[in-house]
Protein backbone atom coordinates (compact mmCIF):
# COMPACT_ATOMS: atom_id res chain seq x y z
CA UNK A 1 0.00 0.00 0.00
CA UNK A 2 1.25 3.32 -0.47
CA UNK A 3 0.87 6.59 1.40
CA UNK A 4 -2.23 8.09 1.38
CA UNK A 5 -0.21 11.49 -0.79
CA UNK A 6 1.01 8.97 -3.13
CA UNK A 7 -2.20 7.08 -3.29
CA UNK A 8 -3.69 9.36 -6.55
CA UNK A 9 -0.95 8.28 -8.50
CA UNK A 10 -2.51 4.41 -8.78
CA UNK A 11 -4.71 3.60 -11.58
CA UNK A 12 -8.15 2.57 -10.52
CA UNK A 13 -9.29 -1.22 -10.64
CA UNK A 14 -9.87 -1.84 -14.04
CA UNK A 15 -6.92 0.38 -15.78
CA UNK A 16 -9.92 3.31 -16.64
CA UNK A 17 -10.21 6.48 -15.75
CA UNK A 18 -12.80 7.61 -12.67
CA UNK A 19 -16.42 8.33 -14.75
CA UNK A 20 -15.32 6.81 -17.92
CA UNK A 21 -18.02 5.27 -19.94
CA UNK A 22 -20.44 7.88 -18.34
CA UNK A 23 -22.24 10.63 -20.85
CA UNK A 24 -20.57 13.96 -20.85
CA UNK A 25 -22.30 16.40 -18.65
CA UNK A 26 -22.67 19.90 -19.24
CA UNK A 27 -20.21 21.20 -16.79
CA UNK A 28 -16.76 19.72 -16.09
CA UNK A 29 -16.19 18.02 -12.76
CA UNK A 30 -13.62 17.93 -10.52
CA UNK A 31 -12.58 14.32 -11.51
CA UNK A 32 -13.03 15.62 -15.35
CA UNK A 33 -10.29 18.52 -14.34
CA UNK A 34 -7.87 16.00 -12.16
CA UNK A 35 -7.91 13.87 -15.24
CA UNK A 36 -7.15 16.26 -17.96
CA UNK A 37 -3.95 17.74 -15.99
CA UNK A 38 -2.60 14.55 -15.16
CA UNK A 39 -3.15 13.27 -19.43
CA UNK A 40 -0.57 13.56 -21.81
CA UNK A 41 -2.34 15.70 -23.92
CA UNK A 42 -3.51 18.10 -21.16
CA UNK A 43 -3.50 20.99 -23.46
CA UNK A 44 -5.74 19.74 -25.16
CA UNK A 45 -8.21 18.27 -22.68
CA UNK A 46 -8.47 21.66 -20.89
CA UNK A 47 -9.28 23.60 -24.31
CA UNK A 48 -12.26 20.68 -24.53
CA UNK A 49 -13.18 21.35 -21.09
CA UNK A 50 -12.75 24.94 -21.22
CA UNK A 51 -14.93 25.20 -24.29
CA UNK A 52 -17.53 22.51 -23.33
CA UNK A 53 -18.36 24.95 -20.20
CA UNK A 54 -19.75 27.45 -23.03
CA UNK A 55 -21.08 24.90 -25.05
CA UNK A 56 -18.73 25.82 -28.10
CA UNK A 57 -17.45 23.24 -30.57
CA UNK A 58 -13.65 23.31 -31.70
CA UNK A 59 -14.76 24.57 -34.95
CA UNK A 60 -16.42 27.71 -33.33
CA UNK A 61 -13.70 28.57 -31.01
CA UNK A 62 -11.24 28.50 -34.43
CA UNK A 63 -13.65 30.32 -36.35
CA UNK A 64 -13.51 33.35 -33.40
CA UNK A 65 -10.24 33.02 -33.75
CA UNK A 66 -9.68 33.38 -37.04
CA UNK A 67 -12.03 36.34 -36.92
CA UNK A 68 -10.13 38.43 -34.08
CA UNK A 69 -6.97 37.23 -36.37
CA UNK A 70 -5.12 35.20 -33.24
CA UNK A 71 -5.75 38.80 -31.40
CA UNK A 72 -7.16 39.63 -28.04
CA UNK A 73 -11.10 40.84 -28.75
CA UNK A 74 -10.30 44.30 -25.87
CA UNK A 75 -6.55 45.22 -26.05
CA UNK A 76 -5.69 44.01 -29.58
CA UNK A 77 -2.75 42.30 -28.90
CA UNK A 78 -1.61 38.84 -29.89
CA UNK A 79 -3.65 36.19 -27.81
CA UNK A 80 -0.89 33.86 -25.16
CA UNK A 81 -1.15 30.96 -23.23
CA UNK A 82 -3.11 33.32 -21.24
CA UNK A 83 -6.39 32.97 -22.72
CA UNK A 84 -9.71 32.95 -21.53
CA UNK A 85 -13.32 32.99 -23.12
CA UNK A 86 -15.09 36.25 -22.17
CA UNK A 87 -19.03 36.03 -21.33
CA UNK A 88 -21.95 37.30 -20.12
CA UNK A 89 -22.61 36.03 -16.28
CA UNK A 90 -26.02 36.63 -16.24
CA UNK A 91 -26.85 35.07 -19.99
CA UNK A 92 -23.53 32.89 -20.15
CA UNK A 93 -23.46 34.24 -23.91
CA UNK A 94 -19.81 33.99 -25.44
CA UNK A 95 -18.46 37.89 -26.36
CA UNK A 96 -14.96 36.99 -27.51
CA UNK A 97 -11.54 35.92 -26.52
CA UNK A 98 -9.43 38.27 -23.79
CA UNK A 99 -6.57 38.33 -22.20
CA UNK A 100 -6.47 36.81 -18.94
CA UNK A 101 -5.79 40.51 -17.41
CA UNK A 102 -8.26 42.55 -20.13
CA UNK A 103 -11.33 39.86 -18.32
CA UNK A 104 -10.15 40.80 -15.01
CA UNK A 105 -10.11 44.31 -16.10
CA UNK A 106 -13.98 44.49 -17.04
CA UNK A 107 -14.64 42.27 -13.82
CA UNK A 108 -13.10 44.54 -11.83
CA UNK A 109 -15.12 47.92 -12.66
CA UNK A 110 -18.21 45.63 -13.14
CA UNK A 111 -18.58 45.39 -16.78
CA UNK A 112 -19.72 48.99 -16.09
CA UNK A 113 -18.58 51.53 -19.56
CA UNK A 114 -19.27 54.67 -17.31
CA UNK A 115 -16.25 53.46 -15.12
CA UNK A 116 -13.69 52.96 -17.86
CA UNK A 117 -14.65 56.08 -19.37
CA UNK A 118 -14.12 57.71 -15.97
CA UNK A 119 -10.60 55.71 -15.47
CA UNK A 120 -9.68 57.42 -18.96
CA UNK A 121 -10.22 60.43 -18.34
CA UNK A 122 -8.65 60.12 -14.85
CA UNK A 123 -5.61 59.01 -16.39
CA UNK A 124 -5.39 61.61 -18.97
CA UNK A 125 -5.47 64.48 -16.46
CA UNK A 126 -2.90 62.90 -14.44
CA UNK A 127 -0.87 61.24 -17.09
CA UNK A 128 0.53 64.29 -19.65
CA UNK A 129 1.57 62.03 -21.93
CA UNK A 130 -1.55 61.22 -23.13
CA UNK A 131 -3.49 64.49 -23.62
Known sequence: MLPGHLSF???????????????????????????????????????ELRLRKFGL?????????????????????????????????LTMRVRGLLHANCNTMLGLVNEDPRRLEKAIAYLKKHNTFLK
Open 9 to 47: WVMPRGGKRPGAGRKPKAKPTVEDVVWAIRSPKTFEKLL
Open 57 to 89: TKEQHGAMLREQNGRCALCDEPLSAGWVIDHDH
